[in-house]
């Protein structure tokens, strides 16, 4: 590319992406801060998401949510949530365990356009976590989405549906 004021567009871009990046991060803090009770968050970060399937808990969906990061205030800031679709054991071939989790949404994200990112911050999250090893969501959200957003959340959204 040839010098010029264009030459500059790539570094400026990826300054603001980290500028913006940064400012969500903030917020997030903020809103996850005013919304939580730190001590039970950590509590439920503790837990064992593989024993908490296993006993059937109905903190599970609890425990999901405190593993969330920034996406975690834009489901709690909107008036949305998390719903364990399924959750299945699964055993790789040198034994160890792990969870294949089925997600649907709830609440205001049923309807909100950021629901595709969502889903990807969902999953980014929870996979972040070394006893899940699968998360998907559940095909039936397909159905909120007006044409344009099912067609770009199943060909862009880097999420697989069941």
């Not at 503790?46 to 109905?58: C, F, G, I, K, Q």
């Not at 364990?84 to 790789?92: A, G, R």
């Not at 071939?93 to 595709?116: E, F, M, N, T, W």
Request: aromatic letters at 4%.
């Amino acid at each position: 590319m040839s010098e010029g004021p264009l030459s500059d567009l790539g570094g400026l871009e990826e300054a603001y992406r980290i500028q913006i990046q940064e400012l969500i991060e903030k917020e997030s803090i903020r809103v996850i801060s005013e919304r939580i009770d730190p001590e039970e968050n950590s509590r439920l970060c503790a837990l064992s998401l593989l024993e908490l399937v296993e006993s059937e808990d109905e903190q599970l969906t609890s425990a999901l949510m405190a593993r969330l990061g920034s996406v975690r205030a834009a489901l709690e800031g909107h008036g949305g949530g998390i719903v364990v679709s399924n959750s299945e054991i699964v055993v790789s071939r040198g034994g160890r365990k792990s969870l294949s989790l089925v997600i649907d949404l709830d609440g205001a994200c049923v309807s909100c356009g950021a629901a595709p990112g969502t889903l990807k911050g969902i999953q980014d999250d929870l996979l972040a976590d070394a006893e899940i090893s699968s998360v998907r969501f559940s095909s039936s959200m397909l159905e909120w989405f007006n044409e344009i957003q099912r067609e770009f959340v199943l060909q862009h959204g880097g999420v697989s549906f069941v």
